[in-house]
């Protein structure tokens, strides 16, 4: 059985359910191996809530094919709080890669990245301008 690998990329801070539970979900479904990496070089990923996960790498760091790359809401989705050169490697790796995925305000960084357009996207009712 082929191994898909998924890397949640965070752009901190996050919302805790927006990375956790499809991290739970492609980690206990079988068949993927789940990474997490951020947009930031510490390791650590905050979280609008005040909770910091660690262990994540930097998005820089990530070598090897994605199937998956995914992005998690939160505040630094919404405000698109990286670097130029984080949306670019995102574009980059968009190309290559056999789904991009984003759960809520994530799917902000989708559209400035050119990977959807501002018609497709379905988020918490509110939350899109």
Do not use: K
Request: net charge positive.
């Amino acid at each position: 059985m082929q191994v898909r690998r998924v890397v949640l990329l965070a752009v901190p801070p996050i919302r805790i359910p927006d990375l956790t539970a499809p991290f739970e979900v492609f980690a206990r479904s079988g068949g993927y191996r789940v990474e997490l990496a951020s947009s930031n070089d510490t390791g650590l990923v905050t979280s609008s809530s005040g909770l910091t996960l660690a262990g994540a790498q930097s998005y820089r760091n990530l070598r090897g094919p994605i199937d998956t790359p995914m992005l998690p809401g939160g505040d630094g989705a919404e405000e698109i709080i990286c670097d130029t050169g984080f949306l670019s490697w995102l574009r980059r790796t968009s190309r290559r890669v056999r789904r991009v995925c984003s759960v809520c305000t994530g799917a902000f960084l989708r559209l400035r990245h050119g990977s959807i357009d501002a018609t497709n996207i379905h988020s918490t009712p509110g939350r899109t301008g």
